[in-house]
């Protein structure tokens, strides 16, 4: 029956087809089942609504998300490369002109154009291990971070201390997190190896609340930190180290004085 007010009445009738009186009537009243009501048909079309926009949402985040990783990696390749390979350029050329007659400096040429090839062989590598999803765990990080201190200071005759907490290794850092949270214990790395002078260098990697705490410490000389450290990769390697860290939304320190070593702690936030 729909739904609506209804009146029902009730009489009697005898044998002979008299009528009673008095008629007994009551109302009746069918409501509209809920589904059918109108601030459930509302509720159900801004829930549809609501779907549609988050579905869409999420396809403009993931495009958006897409567009950026291209954008990072072909920032990255031009200025990891870029550079590099018009330094090759040059080199080649300078090393072209004094062939026939100056051995020495055109084999000084070439031990640089070998240098700056493993250089930007080792960024793409970097780049491309930084965007595999597969790496965004910290057990990935860190078993390159150990691979990339042992290569480094082994040359040197650094004995290394590699130390990594448990509770480190279910956490997660994104692709850009991940390159920079790396670069920094790369660049530590390679300025222990080339300026500390140290014969023992100590790294740890812990979780303190929701936070990866990064200490790479060496026994070395040190030096005096109101001096900014020339990079061992060229340039100001201290200035590269904190904008990484501040991209990260996290805090580096460095700790340090002459004939004392030095530390440097990187606190990073985590998922």
Not at 27 to 50: C, D, E, K, Q, Y
Not at 87 to 95: D, E, P, Q, W
Not at 163 to 181: A, P
Request: proline share 3%; glycine share 6%.
């Amino acid at each position: 029956m729909p739904p609506g007010k209804y009146q029902f009445e009730v009489y009697c009738e005898d044998l002979e087809g008299l009528r009673s009186p008095g008629i007994t009537s009551f109302t009746i009243v069918i409501m509209n089942p809920f589904w059918r009501s109108g601030w459930f048909l509302s509720s159900l079309a801004f829930i549809l609504l609501l779907v549609i926009y988050n579905f869409h949402r999420a396809r403009v985040n993931r495009l958006l998300a897409v567009e950026k990783l291209r954008n990072k990696v072909a920032r990255d390749l031009h200025d990891d490369m870029g550079s590099t390979l018009s330094t090759i350029n040059i080199l080649a050329s300078m090393a072209k002109t004094k062939m026939g007659t100056d051995v020495v400096k055109t084999s000084e040429y070439l031990g640089k154009i070998s240098e700056n090839s493993q250089r930007m062989m080792e960024a793409m590598d970097d780049i491309v291990w930084s965007i595999k999803p597969s790496n965004d765990n910290m057990q990935r990080i860190t078993a390159r971070m150990r691979e990339y201190a042992i290569q480094t200071l082994e040359p040197k005759d650094m004995l290394l201390d590699f130390q990594v907490d448990e509770t480190v290794q279910d956490s997660k850092l994104d692709m850009e997190m991940r390159r920079d949270f790396f670069l920094v214990f790369k660049e530590a790395v390679n300025n222990a190896a080339k300026y500390s002078k140290a014969s023992r260098v100590s790294v740890r990697v812990s979780l303190q609340g929701r936070r990866i705490v990064l200490s790479v410490k060496d026994d070395g000389h040190g030096f005096d930190t109101t001096k900014q450290p020339i990079s061992a990769t060229g340039g100001n390697g201290l200035g590269n180290m904190q904008k990484r860290a501040e991209s990260m939304n996290g805090k580096l320190v460095i700790i340090s004085s002459p004939g004392k070593g030095t530390e440097l702690l990187l606190k990073v936030p985590v998922k």
